[in-house]
Protein backbone atom coordinates (compact mmCIF):
# COMPACT_ATOMS: atom_id res chain seq x y z
CA UNK A 1 0.00 0.00 0.00
CA UNK A 2 1.43 3.46 -0.64
CA UNK A 3 2.06 5.73 1.63
CA UNK A 4 3.06 9.20 3.29
CA UNK A 5 4.64 9.06 6.74
CA UNK A 6 4.68 11.60 9.30
CA UNK A 7 7.52 10.90 11.58
CA UNK A 8 5.68 11.88 14.80
CA UNK A 9 2.37 11.37 15.61
CA UNK A 10 2.39 13.92 18.30
CA UNK A 11 4.79 16.62 19.62
CA UNK A 12 5.59 18.98 22.48
CA UNK A 13 8.05 21.61 22.13
CA UNK A 14 9.22 24.31 23.92
CA UNK A 15 8.76 28.22 22.27
CA UNK A 16 11.91 29.07 20.80
CA UNK A 17 13.13 25.70 20.45
CA UNK A 18 13.81 24.56 16.57
CA UNK A 19 11.93 21.82 15.25
CA UNK A 20 11.93 19.79 12.26
CA UNK A 21 8.91 17.50 11.13
CA UNK A 22 9.89 15.11 8.49
CA UNK A 23 7.93 13.25 6.17
CA UNK A 24 8.85 10.26 3.31
CA UNK A 25 6.85 8.96 0.73
CA UNK A 26 7.19 5.71 -0.81
CA UNK A 27 5.82 6.44 -4.60
CA UNK A 28 8.74 8.09 -6.11
CA UNK A 29 6.06 11.20 -6.00
CA UNK A 30 8.05 14.62 -7.75
CA UNK A 31 5.22 16.36 -5.97
CA UNK A 32 5.45 17.23 -2.01
CA UNK A 33 3.39 19.57 0.39
CA UNK A 34 2.80 20.83 3.77
CA UNK A 35 -0.22 22.18 4.82
CA UNK A 36 -1.27 23.19 8.29
CA UNK A 37 -5.13 22.73 9.60
CA UNK A 38 -6.15 24.84 12.73
CA UNK A 39 -10.00 24.56 13.37
CA UNK A 40 -12.26 27.06 11.41
CA UNK A 41 -9.33 27.85 9.13
CA UNK A 42 -8.99 24.68 7.20
CA UNK A 43 -5.84 23.52 5.61
CA UNK A 44 -3.57 25.96 4.65
CA UNK A 45 -0.74 25.44 2.63
CA UNK A 46 2.51 25.80 4.12
CA UNK A 47 5.78 25.35 1.58
CA UNK A 48 5.63 22.68 -1.28
CA UNK A 49 8.40 21.31 -3.66
CA UNK A 50 8.38 19.68 -6.78
CA UNK A 51 11.59 18.73 -7.21
CA UNK A 52 14.51 17.87 -4.93
CA UNK A 53 16.28 21.13 -3.64
CA UNK A 54 13.08 23.00 -5.33
CA UNK A 55 11.15 24.88 -3.08
CA UNK A 56 7.81 27.23 -3.72
CA UNK A 57 5.94 29.38 -0.86
CA UNK A 58 2.52 28.46 0.06
CA UNK A 59 -0.07 30.92 1.29
CA UNK A 60 1.16 31.08 4.66
CA UNK A 61 5.36 30.74 4.40
CA UNK A 62 6.66 33.21 7.40
CA UNK A 63 8.15 31.21 10.27
CA UNK A 64 8.96 28.20 7.90
CA UNK A 65 11.31 26.70 5.94
CA UNK A 66 11.74 23.28 4.29
CA UNK A 67 14.29 20.92 2.85
CA UNK A 68 14.12 18.60 0.17
CA UNK A 69 17.70 17.08 -0.12
CA UNK A 70 15.93 13.68 -1.48
CA UNK A 71 13.23 12.70 -3.65
CA UNK A 72 11.59 10.74 -0.46
CA UNK A 73 11.85 13.20 2.06
CA UNK A 74 10.25 16.64 2.96
CA UNK A 75 11.32 18.32 5.89
CA UNK A 76 9.36 21.67 7.26
CA UNK A 77 11.69 23.51 10.16
CA UNK A 78 10.12 25.92 12.58
CA UNK A 79 13.36 28.13 12.92
CA UNK A 80 11.93 29.09 16.61
CA UNK A 81 8.92 27.65 17.40
CA UNK A 82 5.88 30.03 18.65
CA UNK A 83 2.96 29.36 20.46
CA UNK A 84 0.97 29.98 17.20
CA UNK A 85 2.48 27.80 15.45
CA UNK A 86 0.69 25.01 17.46
CA UNK A 87 -1.86 23.14 15.23
CA UNK A 88 -2.07 19.66 12.95
CA UNK A 89 0.60 19.77 10.27
CA UNK A 90 -0.58 17.79 7.08
CA UNK A 91 2.19 16.33 4.31
CA UNK A 92 1.16 15.24 1.03
CA UNK A 93 2.89 14.01 -2.06
CA UNK A 94 1.70 13.33 -5.92
CA UNK A 95 2.87 12.92 -9.10
CA UNK A 96 4.09 15.82 -11.32
CA UNK A 97 2.79 16.92 -14.08
CA UNK A 98 3.30 16.04 -17.88
CA UNK A 99 0.83 13.16 -18.41
CA UNK A 100 -0.20 12.05 -14.72
CA UNK A 101 -2.67 15.03 -13.76
CA UNK A 102 -5.24 12.67 -13.42
CA UNK A 103 -3.09 11.07 -10.14
CA UNK A 104 -4.57 12.77 -6.72
CA UNK A 105 -2.57 13.78 -4.12
CA UNK A 106 -1.61 11.28 -1.09
CA UNK A 107 -1.61 12.76 2.29
CA UNK A 108 0.25 11.33 5.17
CA UNK A 109 -1.91 10.98 8.98
CA UNK A 110 -0.60 14.52 10.63
CA UNK A 111 1.53 15.46 13.16
CA UNK A 112 0.03 17.47 16.01
CA UNK A 113 2.41 20.00 17.56
CA UNK A 114 2.13 21.40 20.79
CA UNK A 115 4.51 24.63 21.39
CA UNK A 116 4.32 25.47 25.51
CA UNK B 1 -6.33 31.79 -6.90
CA UNK B 2 -9.93 30.52 -8.04
CA UNK B 3 -12.32 29.67 -5.21
CA UNK B 4 -15.10 27.50 -4.42
CA UNK B 5 -18.04 27.18 -2.47
CA UNK B 6 -19.82 24.67 -0.42
CA UNK B 7 -22.55 24.63 2.29
CA UNK B 8 -20.73 24.30 5.53
CA UNK B 9 -23.15 21.50 6.90
CA UNK B 10 -25.59 18.82 5.58
CA UNK B 11 -27.33 15.68 7.05
CA UNK B 12 -28.17 12.28 4.76
CA UNK B 13 -29.64 9.39 5.91
CA UNK B 14 -27.75 5.61 5.66
CA UNK B 15 -28.70 4.03 2.40
CA UNK B 16 -30.03 6.89 0.52
CA UNK B 17 -27.89 9.40 -1.80
CA UNK B 18 -26.16 12.09 -0.97
CA UNK B 19 -25.43 15.61 -3.48
CA UNK B 20 -22.82 17.69 -2.10
CA UNK B 21 -22.54 20.97 -4.24
CA UNK B 22 -20.08 23.58 -5.51
CA UNK B 23 -19.71 26.63 -6.99
CA UNK B 24 -16.42 27.86 -8.33
CA UNK B 25 -17.61 30.90 -10.67
CA UNK B 26 -14.21 32.12 -11.25
CA UNK B 27 -12.63 28.73 -12.60
CA UNK B 28 -10.54 28.63 -15.54
CA UNK B 29 -9.90 26.79 -18.30
CA UNK B 30 -6.71 24.89 -17.13
CA UNK B 31 -7.84 23.98 -13.86
CA UNK B 32 -9.09 20.70 -12.56
CA UNK B 33 -12.02 20.15 -9.92
CA UNK B 34 -10.91 17.73 -7.37
CA UNK B 35 -12.66 16.36 -3.99
CA UNK B 36 -11.48 14.83 -1.10
CA UNK B 37 -12.78 13.69 2.20
CA UNK B 38 -11.50 13.80 5.81
CA UNK B 39 -12.35 11.58 8.33
CA UNK B 40 -11.76 12.29 11.56
CA UNK B 41 -8.44 12.40 13.10
CA UNK B 42 -6.84 11.57 9.54
CA UNK B 43 -5.34 13.17 6.41
CA UNK B 44 -7.50 13.97 3.57
CA UNK B 45 -8.17 11.43 1.00
CA UNK B 46 -9.02 11.92 -2.64
CA UNK B 47 -12.35 11.44 -4.35
CA UNK B 48 -12.28 12.02 -7.49
CA UNK B 49 -11.49 14.60 -9.72
CA UNK B 50 -12.82 15.70 -13.43
CA UNK B 51 -12.18 18.34 -16.09
CA UNK B 52 -15.61 19.17 -18.11
CA UNK B 53 -16.91 15.66 -18.31
CA UNK B 54 -19.03 13.71 -15.70
CA UNK B 55 -16.74 10.89 -13.76
CA UNK B 56 -17.97 7.61 -11.87
CA UNK B 57 -15.36 5.94 -9.68
CA UNK B 58 -15.80 3.13 -7.01
CA UNK B 59 -15.94 6.24 -4.14
CA UNK B 60 -18.15 8.56 -6.29
CA UNK B 61 -19.60 10.32 -9.34
CA UNK B 62 -18.91 13.94 -10.15
CA UNK B 63 -21.38 15.85 -12.42
CA UNK B 64 -20.03 19.11 -13.65
CA UNK B 65 -22.20 21.83 -15.05
CA UNK B 66 -21.49 22.54 -18.74
CA UNK B 67 -20.19 25.92 -18.00
CA UNK B 68 -18.01 24.44 -15.51
CA UNK B 69 -19.02 26.85 -12.52
CA UNK B 70 -20.34 24.69 -10.40
CA UNK B 71 -20.03 20.80 -9.73
CA UNK B 72 -21.79 17.72 -8.12
CA UNK B 73 -20.00 15.24 -5.59
CA UNK B 74 -22.53 11.96 -5.21
CA UNK B 75 -22.22 9.29 -3.31
CA UNK B 76 -25.22 6.82 -4.72
CA UNK B 77 -25.73 5.08 -1.04
CA UNK B 78 -24.09 7.17 2.25
CA UNK B 79 -22.68 4.44 5.11
CA UNK B 80 -22.20 5.45 8.48
CA UNK B 81 -18.31 5.90 7.23
CA UNK B 82 -19.07 8.22 4.63
CA UNK B 83 -19.49 10.98 7.99
CA UNK B 84 -16.65 13.49 6.97
CA UNK B 85 -15.38 17.14 5.48
CA UNK B 86 -15.67 16.88 1.67
CA UNK B 87 -13.58 19.19 0.06
CA UNK B 88 -14.27 20.78 -3.22
CA UNK B 89 -11.03 22.12 -4.83
CA UNK B 90 -9.49 23.90 -7.99
CA UNK B 91 -6.04 22.22 -8.71
CA UNK B 92 -4.46 25.52 -10.32
CA UNK B 93 -1.14 26.25 -12.03
CA UNK B 94 1.60 27.81 -9.67
CA UNK B 95 4.60 28.14 -11.63
CA UNK B 96 5.64 26.90 -15.05
CA UNK B 97 3.64 23.27 -15.01
CA UNK B 98 3.72 22.66 -11.41
CA UNK B 99 -0.13 22.23 -9.07
CA UNK B 100 -1.07 23.06 -6.35
CA UNK B 101 -4.28 22.33 -4.22
CA UNK B 102 -5.80 25.10 -2.30
CA UNK B 103 -8.37 24.12 0.45
CA UNK B 104 -11.23 25.79 1.27
CA UNK B 105 -13.47 24.52 4.53
CA UNK B 106 -15.47 21.93 2.90
CA UNK B 107 -19.22 20.43 4.21
CA UNK B 108 -19.29 18.54 7.07
CA UNK B 109 -21.45 15.55 6.45
CA UNK B 110 -23.41 13.75 8.62
CA UNK B 111 -24.92 10.89 8.14
CA UNK B 112 -27.96 9.65 10.21
CA UNK B 113 -28.22 5.60 11.34
Known amino acids: DVKVTQSSRYLVKRTGEKVFLECVQDMDHENMFWYRQDPGLGLRLIYFSYDVKMKEKGDIPEGYSVSREKKERFSLILESASTNQTSMYLCASSFGTGGRIGYGYTFGSGTRLTVV | DAKTTQPNSMESNEEEPVHLPCNHSTISGTDYIHWYRQLPSQGPEYVIH???SNVNNRMASLAIAEDRKSSTLILHRATLRDAAVYYC??????????????FGKGTLLTVNP
Open chain 2, 89 to 102: ILRTLSGGSNYKLT
Open chain 2, 50 to 52: GLT
